[in-house]
Every structure is written in structure tokens, then in C-alpha cells.
């Protein structure tokens, strides 16, 4: 009986101890619950709970706790390097505008301005440029058209004579001169077509003036060369852009820019202008884009 009586006591304490440790633990759960609601309740209770309670209760329940954002790993991404590229390279090149020699055909040297104007509207009812030129001493110089070799001066000399015109020769000879400029390399080709391009504006004139006459050309072909002349002018000047307010290039642009507004101005007039009124205007063009020529050397000096 009393081995019986023990076994059964036994077993009912033991059932009786696992009781009490199933209510003790929903107690102190009841408890921790109650005093996380108590702490909730106040600014050191929010501090409590995220700081110390939420962190055990997340272990316990078996999940992570989410880290603030500045406590996230941050991600290493790949830099990309700056490219270094070389600055273009500056350097010096020259340029040439080369000796240039002109003869004119001159039909009289007068003291007096009227009569010069007289003699030069003349010769150009006759198809001639009839352009008068003032002298260092002061003689107005009447020249009928140029020519870029004194043998071509001559014969035309010899044919004037036999019509019974007086002339003479007189010629004009505009100094080779270098210009020198600094900057990148890939601009010296640019601008060397464009500086070519205005000194050979006279070249250009005075081969269309002797083709004018030697093939009997009409306004309609000289209104067709004026405005080809103009467009390759104008992109001349575009490749001083930036380069206007340095000598030479300032001058060769004002060059350029008085052989546009003269091409203008010869526009303006062919629609009235017959073929020999035509040919006169395209001669006195002609001669005075050398003269003005001969006159941009010397300041460019």
C-alpha cells in the first residue's frame, strides 16, 4: 500500500509542478505585456520598448529586426574614372600672301578731277572699267582694265593705239608678305583656304573680265560668277570667327567684307545693265579690288 500510495503521490506532484510552471510562465507573459503597455504609454517607455523590449521579443519570436536606414549596408558601386583627354596642341603656322604684280592699262593722268571723270565715262560706253585713280600726288589716273602679265598689257596696248587711243602702262605691285598665328593645328588648314580664297579675289575678277570679252559672256554669266564669288567670300569670313580682332585677320575680314557689299551692289544694278554696260561695271570691279588690295598689304605691314 504504501509503495502504491507514493508512486500515485509522486506522479500527482510532478503533474501538479507542471501546472504551476504553465500558469507561472502565462504570468510573467501577462506581466511583461502589462509593462510594455504601461512603457508605451510615455516618451521613456518608447525609448525602452524600441531600444531593449522589441529587440528580445523579436529574438524569442525568431525574426530579424530591421535596421534604421542609416544602418544599412551600403553597396559598393563601381566609380567610373574621369577620362583624361589631351588638350588639342597649339601651335605656330604661317600663312603667305605672295608678290603679286598688276598692269593696268592707263588712257591719261589729269590734274583736273572733272576731266578725268569726263575721260572715264567715256571709254566706258565702250565696254571699259573707266576707273579713276587718286595718286600720291594728286593726278587722277583714268585706267581702262588690268592684266596679271605685261605681255597681255601690250598687246592690248598695240590694239587701243590703232583704234587712235593714247595710253600707257602702269603697274602696281603689292608685296609678299607672311603671316603668323598660334593656335591648333587643325585650324591652320581652314583658315590657310580661306586667306587664299580672299587674295585671289582680283586673280579670280580680272580671269572672268578677259573671259567676259573674249567669249562674248552676257550679264546673265556675270550675275552666275558674282554670286558664286559671294558665297565662297562668306565662308571665308566664317573661318575668321573668334580671329576678327587680330591683325591681319581683321583686315583681310574688311577686305572680304567690302567685296561682298560691292558684289551687292553690282546685283542691284545688272537687271538694267546691257552687255556692254555689264562688261564696263565687271572691268571697273575689277580694278579696284586690286587697288584696294595693294592698299591691305601696306597696312598689314
Known amino acids: 500500500m504504501s509503495r502504491s500510495y507514493e508512486s500515485r503521490y509522486a506522479h500527482q506532484h510532478r503533474g501538479a509542478e507542471k501546472g504551476y510552471s504553465g500558469k507561472s510562465l502565462v504570468f510573467i507573459l501577462l506581466?511583461?505585456?502589462?509593462?510594455?503597455?504601461?512603457?508605451?504609454?510615455?516618451?521613456?517607455?518608447?525609448?525602452?520598448?524600441?531600444?531593449?523590449?522589441?529587440?528580445?521579443?523579436?529574438?524569442?519570436?525568431?525574426?530579424?529586426?530591421?535596421?534604421?536606414?542609416?544602418?544599412l549596408p551600403v553597396m559598393a558601386q563601381a566609380r567610373e574614372e574621369p577620362t583624361m583627354t589631351a588638350a588639342p596642341a597649339t601651335e605656330k603656322f604661317v600663312f603667305e600672301l605672295p608678290e603679286t604684280s598688276w598692269y593696268l592699262l592707263q588712257m591719261g593722268a589729269y590734274a583736273d578731277p572733272e576731266e578725268a571723270h569726263a575721260q572715264a565715262l567715256s571709254i566706258q560706253r565702250m565696254g571699259a572699267g573707266g576707273y579713276i585713280y587718286e595718286d600720291e600726288q594728286g593726278f587722277s589716273r583714268v585706267f581702262a582694265a588690268a592684266y596679271r602679265d605685261q605681255e597681255s598689257l601690250l598687246q592690248v596696248q598695240q590694239q587701243v593705239r590703232s583704234s587712235g587711243y593714247e595710253n600707257t602702262a602702269y603697274s602696281i605691285h603689292p608685296d609678299g608678305i607672311q603671316v603668323t598665328l598660334s593656335g591648333q593645328s587643325a585650324d591652320a588648314q581652314r583658315l590657310k583656304a580661306a586667306m587664299e580664297t580672299i587674295q585671289s579675289v582680283p586673280v579670280s575678277l580680272t580671269d572672268f573680265a578677259l573671259k567676259y570679252d573674249e567669249k562674248g559672256l552676257t550679264p546673265a554669266h556675270a550675275i552666275q560668277f558674282m554670286n558664286e564669288l559671294s558665297v565662297s567670300l562668306s565662308a571665308a569670313r566664317q573661318s575668321f570667327q573668334g580671329l576678327r580682332d587680330t591683325a591681319p585677320m581683321a583686315q583681310l575680314d574688311v577686305y572680304a567684307a567690302w567685296i561682298m557689299d560691292s558684289i551687292s551692289t553690282f546685283l542691284a544694278k545688272s537687271d538694267t545693265m546691257n552687255t556692254v554696260e555689264c562688261g564696263a561695271a565687271v572691268k571697273h570691279f575689277q580694278i579696284e579690288s586690286i587697288i584696294k588690295y595693294n592698299i591691305l598689304v601696306k597696312d598689314i605691314e
Open 31 to 71: 506581466c511583461c505585456a502589462l509593462t510594455v503597455f504601461l512603457l508605451s504609454t510615455s516618451y521613456l517607455g518608447d525609448k525602452l520598448v524600441d531600444q531593449y523590449i522589441t529587440p528580445v521579443f523579436a529574438k524569442i519570436m525568431g525574426k530579424g529586426v530591421t535596421p534604421e536606414p542609416s544602418e
